[in-house]
């Protein structure tokens, strides 16, 4: 399996600087700054990143999961909520909670949530942040 690679530059201090967040094949990039971490601003930061990361690797794994039982699906949408906490130890990934809605005929909601199970048990990315 190939080794993956991402990148990040920054420039200047903490508060007033900014910086650039790439992929290594170049399919994402996207700048990022205090402001779009700790506040609103634009721009993405690592927290979206972990999420976006998170969120394609369950989708994928839950697509598998879903067809080996039988049950094709049309579509599997994901979103991830990544929450940057301020803990005793400092800023800190706290949870992440994923939301999953599925396009899938011919599968009830129990065996959803089951095949969901086994997608978060074989997913890497889910596995990896698994405490």
Same mark, same amino acid.
């Given at each position: 399996m190939p080794?993956?690679?991402?990148?990040?530059?920054?420039?200047?201090?903490?508060?007033?600087?900014s910086g650039t967040?790439?992929?290594?094949?170049?399919?994402?990039?996207?700048?990022?700054?205090?402001k779009s971490r700790f506040e609103e601003g634009e721009g993405t930061n690592p927290e979206e990143l972990i999420g976006a990361a998170h969120a394609g690797c369950f989708s994928m794994a839950f697509s598998k999961a879903l067809a080996d039982a039988g049950?094709?699906?049309?579509?599997?949408?994901?979103?991830?909520?990544?929450?940057? @906490?301020?803990? @005793?130890?400092?800023?800190?990934?706290?949870?992440?909670e994923l @939301?999953?809605?599925?396009?899938?005929?011919?599968? @009830?909601?129990?065996e959803f949530a089951k095949l969901a199970e086994t997608a978060k048990q074989n997913c890497p990315i889910s596995r990896l942040l698994s405490p």
């Open positions: 080794i993956r690679t991402a990148s990040a530059r920054w420039q200047g201090n903490l508060p007033e600087g967040i790439r992929t290594g094949k170049g399919g994402l990039q996207g700048n990022y700054s205090f049950a094709t699906p049309t579509s599997v949408e994901t979103t991830a909520k990544v929450h940057l @906490d301020k803990t @005793d130890a400092g800023f800190t990934v706290t949870r992440i @939301d999953t809605v599925g396009e899938v005929p011919g599968i @009830d909601e129990a």
